[in-house]
């Protein structure tokens, strides 16, 4: 298996910030549409709840990934300078 590109794994981490961006927005249009009653109100609760959950397993990926790429570049750094 190829090791991804400090590029890619930067796409990658864009993607992932883009997609709990349209998850948030998908949620707080769906919590408007509700009706103002304890089922509503119940439902909203859920759907937040699970927002939540969601975004913040999108965000440790895109942590991790964002540390994997920082690696990366320093050992291109290291390895340029080693070349040098």
Do not use: C, F
């Not at 119940?42 to 994997?68: G, M």
């Amino acid at each position: 298996m190829q090791i991804p590109t400090t590029y890619e794994i930067r796409a990658a981490i864009q993607v992932l910030k883009k997609l709990g961006e349209r998850i948030n927005e998908h949620a707080a249009h769906s919590v408007t549409e509700l009706p103002h009653t304890q089922l509503g109100d119940n439902y909203a609760a859920h759907i937040e709840s699970r927002t939540i959950e969601q975004t913040t397993r999108i965000e440790a990926v895109a942590a991790q990934l964002q540390s994997w790429r920082d690696e990366l570049l320093q050992q291109q750094e290291q390895s340029i300078s080693n070349h040098v």
